[in-house]
């Protein structure tokens, strides 16, 4: 709704202003432009490497923690309560670990939010140097991004000055404004978050529990459940 109502409020600015015949309005599709940009593309691929390489390293660390849990059910019958609370710790520190190393990579601002914008940053300066020669030559005084948090409800393809843009790049096409492949970066699933514990006896940081790892079966065939809120009283 905010941005609906930037809409119209800038579109009143434009009509109200004393000059504001004498404007030349005109807007582009950066999305659409950068999916034609053989440069976008490539940095698309190297954040997909990235990401993957990453998600394998928390997939990894998941897979430690999970021996950590096992370990513990297996053996939780012969420990003592000062071993089984020294066990218990190390699970917790284990997934404080995974949580931590996980926001670093993928989180807000994140190892991947900054090379996202690293590799973005040579594509988005040609596009402004190329709209900055497109609104000289075709004399415009606003140019606006049909891509942007400014929802455009209506566009009159007279004022799309993309294939101009297009052109500026050298790359243009004469099946004008097709849409190029979009990137792929923005497909990127996220991490799972690690594994949580989900016995009562262990206190956990999360607040919320999370996904459960298999139970591995005792003696007697019961299931143990895994430890999470709080340390075991003794008796």
């Given at each position: 709704?905010?941005?609906?109502?930037?809409?119209?409020?800038?579109?009143g600015l434009l009509a109200a202003a004393p000059t504001a015949q004498a404007q030349r309005l005109g807007y582009i599709d950066t999305e659409f432009i950068m999916g034609k940009?053989?440069?976008?593309?490539?940095?698309?691929?190297?954040?997909?490497?990235?990401?993957?390489?990453?998600?394998?390293?928390?997939?990894?660390?998941?897979?430690?923690?999970?021996?950590?849990?096992?370990?513990?059910?297996?053996?939780?019958?012969?420990?003592?309560?000062?071993?089984?609370?020294?066990?218990?710790?190390?699970?917790?520190?284990?997934?404080?670990?995974?949580?931590?190393?996980?926001?670093?990579?993928?989180?807000?601002?994140?190892?991947?939010?900054?090379?996202?914008?690293?590799?973005?940053?040579?594509?988005?300066?040609?596009?402004?140097?190329?709209?900055?020669?497109?609104?000289?030559?075709?004399?415009?005084?606003?140019?606006?991004?049909?891509?942007?948090?400014?929802?455009?409800?209506?566009?009159?393809?007279?004022?799309?000055?993309?294939?101009?843009?297009?052109?500026?790049?050298?790359?243009?096409?004469?099946?004008?404004?097709?849409?190029?492949?979009?990137?792929?970066?923005?497909?990127?699933?996220?991490?799972?978050?690690?594994?949580?514990?989900?016995?009562?006896?262990?206190?956990?940081?999360?607040?919320?529990?999370?996904?459960?790892?298999?139970?591995?079966?005792?003696?007697?065939?019961?299931?143990?459940?895994?430890?999470?809120?709080?340390?075991?009283?003794?008796?």
């Amino acid at each position: 709704m905010k941005r609906f109502f930037s809409a119209f409020a800038l579109l009143g600015l434009l009509a109200a202003a004393p000059t504001a015949q004498a404007q030349r309005l005109g807007y582009i599709d950066t999305e659409f432009i950068m999916g034609k940009m053989p440069e976008y593309a490539q940095a698309q691929v190297e954040l997909n490497k990235l990401s993957d390489t990453w998600q394998k390293e928390i997939e990894a660390l998941k897979k430690d923690l999970d021996k950590l849990y096992r370990n513990y059910q297996n053996e939780e019958v012969v420990l003592t309560e000062p071993m089984k609370k020294k066990r218990q710790d190390e699970i917790l520190k284990k997934e404080q670990e995974i949580k931590a190393y996980q926001t670093k990579q993928f989180g807000y601002e994140g190892q991947l939010f900054k090379k996202r914008a690293e590799l973005n940053k040579p594509v988005q300066d040609k596009i402004f140097e190329a709209v900055e020669k497109m609104v000289k030559a075709k004399k415009l005084d606003i140019v606006l991004d049909k891509a942007s948090d400014l929802t455009m409800i209506y566009t009159n393809p007279t004022f799309d000055y993309t294939e101009y843009v297009l052109e500026e790049l050298g790359l243009a096409s004469p099946d004008r404004n097709q849409p190029g492949p979009k990137g792929s970066v923005k497909t990127v699933a996220p991490p799972k978050t690690p594994a949580a514990s989900a016995d009562p006896r262990f206190p956990t940081d999360s607040g919320t529990p999370t996904q459960q790892l298999s139970q591995p079966m005792r003696a007697n065939g019961a299931s143990e459940k895994r430890p999470t809120d709080a340390v075991p009283k003794k008796d």
